[in-house]
């Protein structure tokens, strides 16, 4: 199956998620791994790229072909002495990645299976579903659609929405016409002032923190975000709550006032293209799109002028600019610079740690009502993937406004962090 170049420059490494499930009797009165064993056969039916397997391309590049031969999913079963309640509030720290299937990525690629599972119990009788899928497979809201029809086969439920899995029509056909595109999106991060080389900041410790955002908290970030702000639409809670971890950070890391900082996250384009991408696209629809500004600017000048500095940087994915990305893109002599992990799951490529920051939003996404049979899952959220500056907004599950921001920084910058985190709302 064709491999788009949007798809080439994902990791090949699995993007761990979990699922946490409390004890009930509809838990207890089934056997959990075999409902997930028959569904997800189902699931494959339709989702059938998901059990195939990677292999280097021959045209080199870094570039990976995918091979629909039916390989399979593996299915691990675990049990632990731990009760759900040992995790607290499930900040992805260390002990979170017992709950996510081990993958040997020495072996070679063709042996690697696209999708992990892992069901573990735990000693309260709740149980958690670890997953993980290749990045280069699919994004976030295909890789959520492919969990949802999987859910329905779980509980014998319709209608089951199919997914469109012809990945050329994100590329034009129009060879004549050209598109113009601005690569300085993909250029290099900026380092640290003084600093040559990254691997002395990759060293460094780092730590986790999962920090719950109110409602008022982030209508007030909303509200001081505005202030200022002339014409136009208001900015979005995205955009207000990006800018504040972004300012935090700096001001956490103690940047001088000239040193260049990037927020880079992205964007997604399926509504963006013309005509758009056909509804149940399955694959990756993501455009990488960066902010910057010096830290003293960043720092001096109110947070609406750093949520303004991401809306125009949102402002940039149009149907020109996306295929213009698609196009250079495909004409690379080599890709995997652009992969933040190699095949191992390590920090490699361009450091997108300090003085930057990389945030990836599921604010947008349907995280939430991932029923197997056995009830709604108490928490989803991300597994133990982070690297510094690596952040997740994700949305509460009470589904009341509020969010919960997981970040990666440097052990000595995190205490800062908090406290600016706070104390600046």
Same mark, same amino acid.
């Given at each position: 199956?064709?491999?788009?170049?949007?798809?080439?420059?994902?990791?090949?490494?699995?993007?761990?998620?979990?699922?946490?499930?409390?004890?009930?009797?509809?838990?207890?009165?089934?056997?959990?791994?075999?409902?997930?064993?028959?569904?997800?056969?189902?699931?494959?039916?339709?989702?059938?790229?998901?059990?195939? !397997?990677? /292999?280097?391309?021959?045209?080199?590049?870094?570039?990976?072909?995918?091979?629909?031969?039916?390989?399979?999913?593996?299915?691990?079963?675990?049990?632990?002495?731990?009760?759900?309640?040992?995790?607290?509030?499930?900040?992805?720290?260390?002990?979170?990645?017992?709950?996510?299937?081990?993958?040997?990525?020495?072996?070679?690629?063709?042996?690697?299976?696209?999708?992990?599972?892992?069901?573990? /119990?735990?000693?309260?009788?709740?149980?958690?579903?670890?997953?993980?899928?290749?990045?280069?497979?699919?994004?976030?809201?295909?890789?959520?659609?492919?969990?949802?029809?999987?859910?329905?086969?779980? /509980?014998?439920?319709?209608?089951?929405?199919?997914?469109?899995?012809?990945?050329?029509?994100?590329?034009?056909?129009?060879?004549?016409?050209?598109?113009?595109?601005?690569?300085?999106?993909?250029?290099?991060?900026?380092?640290?002032?003084?600093?040559?080389?990254?691997?002395?900041?990759?060293?460094?410790?780092?730590?986790?923190?999962?920090?719950?955002?109110?409602?008022?908290?982030?209508?007030?970030?909303?509200?001081?975000?505005?202030?200022?702000?002339?014409?136009?639409?208001?900015?979005?809670?995205?955009?207000?709550?990006?800018?504040?971890?972004? !300012?935090?950070?700096?001001?956490?890391?103690?940047?001088?006032?000239?040193?260049?900082?990037?927020?880079?996250?992205?964007?997604?384009? /399926?509504?963006?293209?013309?005509?758009?991408?056909?509804?149940?696209?399955?694959?990756?629809?993501?455009?990488?799109?960066?902010?910057?500004?010096?830290?003293?600017?960043?720092?001096?000048?109110?947070?609406?002028?750093?949520?303004?500095?991401?809306?125009?940087?949102?402002?940039?994915?149009?149907?020109?600019?996306?295929?213009?990305?698609?196009?250079?893109?495909?004409?690379?002599?080599?890709?995997?610079?652009?992969?933040?992990?190699?095949?191992?799951?390590?920090?490699?490529?361009?450091?997108?740690?300090?003085?930057?920051?990389?945030?990836?939003?599921?604010?947008?996404?349907?995280?939430?009502?991932?029923?197997?049979?056995?009830?709604?899952?108490?928490?989803?959220?991300?597994?133990?993937?982070?690297?510094?500056?690596?952040?997740?907004?994700?949305?509460?599950?009470?589904?009341?406004?509020?969010?919960?921001?997981?970040?990666?920084?440097?052990?000595?910058?995190?205490?800062?962090?908090?406290?600016?985190?706070?104390?600046?709302?």
């Amino acid at each position: 199956m064709y491999i788009n170049s949007c798809d080439q420059i994902k990791d090949i490494a699995h993007t761990p998620t979990i699922y946490l499930y409390n004890h009930s009797p509809a838990l207890e009165a089934t056997d959990a791994v075999t409902v997930l064993k028959d569904s997800l056969s189902k699931a494959l039916a339709l989702f059938y790229p998901l059990a195939g !397997r990677l /292999r280097w391309s021959e045209a080199g590049g870094s570039r990976v072909e995918l091979h629909c031969n039916g390989q399979g999913v593996p299915i691990f079963e675990a049990e632990t002495d731990a009760a759900i309640a040992d995790f607290e509030d499930f900040t992805p720290t260390k002990a979170i990645q017992a709950l996510i299937p081990s993958v040997d990525y020495t072996a070679p690629l063709e042996q690697i299976p696209l999708v992990i599972v892992q069901l573990t /119990r735990f000693r309260c009788g709740g149980v958690c579903l670890g997953l993980g899928i290749s990045h280069v497979i699919a994004d976030g809201p295909s890789a959520l659609h492919f969990v949802t029809e999987w859910t329905k086969f779980a /509980r014998g439920v319709g209608p089951i929405t199919a997914p469109f899995l012809d990945r050329k029509v994100v590329e034009t056909d129009d060879e004549l016409r050209r598109f113009e595109f601005d690569p300085a999106v993909l250029r290099r991060p900026p380092q640290l002032i003084g600093v040559e080389d990254s691997l002395e900041q990759r060293r460094k410790p780092i730590a986790v923190a999962f920090l719950p955002l109110s409602k008022v908290q982030i209508e007030k970030l909303r509200g001081k975000a505005n202030l200022d702000r002339v014409g136009g639409r208001g900015y979005s809670r995205f955009e207000s709550v990006a800018a504040h971890i972004w !300012r935090c950070t700096s001001e956490a890391r103690g940047h001088s006032a000239e040193q260049q900082t990037s927020l880079h996250f992205v964007a997604d384009f /399926r509504n963006k293209l013309n005509p758009p991408l056909p509804k149940n696209y399955f694959g990756n629809a993501l455009i990488r799109v960066e902010a910057t500004d010096k830290s003293g600017s960043l720092l001096a000048e109110p947070i609406g002028a750093a949520s303004r500095k991401i809306r125009e940087a949102v402002e940039k994915v149009t149907d020109e600019g996306v295929r213009g990305y698609l196009e250079y893109l495909k004409k690379l002599d080599d890709v995997g610079r652009f992969r933040s992990l190699d095949n191992n799951g390590r920090p490699k490529g361009d450091f997108y740690g300090n003085p930057n920051l990389a945030i990836i939003s599921w604010a947008g996404l349907p995280l939430h009502g991932t029923d197997f049979g056995w009830g709604n899952e108490i928490h989803v959220g991300p597994g133990p993937m982070g690297f510094d500056g690596k952040t997740f907004i994700i949305p509460d599950r009470e589904g009341d406004g509020a969010f919960n921001v997981a970040i990666w920084l440097q052990e000595d910058h995190m205490p800062a962090f908090k406290k600016c985190f706070y104390n600046n709302i």
